[in-house]
């Protein structure tokens, strides 16, 4: 019998872009972070923000199908229920546009004040992370604090 091997993750774009959310609430995508997404196999986004970790999280529509099959088999009760909560809260779907614009959902926007103003998109493995100029220096300062007492170790273990 055969082996099921997982198609490769697409490359992911290594760099922040700072985009403008339009007073319709569309943030235009760089292309090849549009592409990114649709490499996952669709132009339908989810588009939510768990305030914990401050990321408006992007996601090919595929993938936010396989994190909520993943909440169904592995959580239960009241984890479960505050997950579904906090994703329909501030979340929507939208579509990446022939331009490479998505709409934003409107009780996010709303929520953090987002119309006319900057936000930094930061792509992950499996998604886009949009961050607010108010959010984005605390994230990154976490960041820091986490990755530096990991870089020696790396290094020892070969990386270049």
């Not at 922040?16 to 196999?41: H, Q, T, W, Y």
């Amino acid at each position: 019998m055969a082996e099921e091997t997982k198609p490769a993750v697409p490359r992911v774009p290594l760099r922040f872009e700072r985009v403008r959310v339009d007073e319709k609430g569309r943030v235009k995508l760089p292309v090849d972070f549009a592409e990114f997404i649709r490499s996952f196999g669709s132009e339908e986004v989810f588009i939510y923000r768990l305030q914990a970790d401050r990321a408006i999280r992007l996601y090919s529509e595929v993938v936010h199908a396989e994190n909520l099959e993943l909440i169904k088999e592995r959580t239960e009760g009241t984890l479960r229920q505050s997950m579904w909560l906090l994703m329909a809260k501030h979340g929507g779907s939208s579509k990446i546009d022939p331009e490479g614009r998505v709409v934003l959902p409107h009780s996010l926007r709303t929520a953090l004040g987002l119309a006319g103003r900057f936000v930094t998109i930061t792509p992950q493995e499996y998604r886009l992370d949009l961050y607010t100029d108010e959010d984005l220096p605390v994230v990154l300062q976490g960041a820091e604090e986490f990755a530096a007492p990991a870089i020696s170790p790396l290094t020892n273990k070969g990386w270049k």
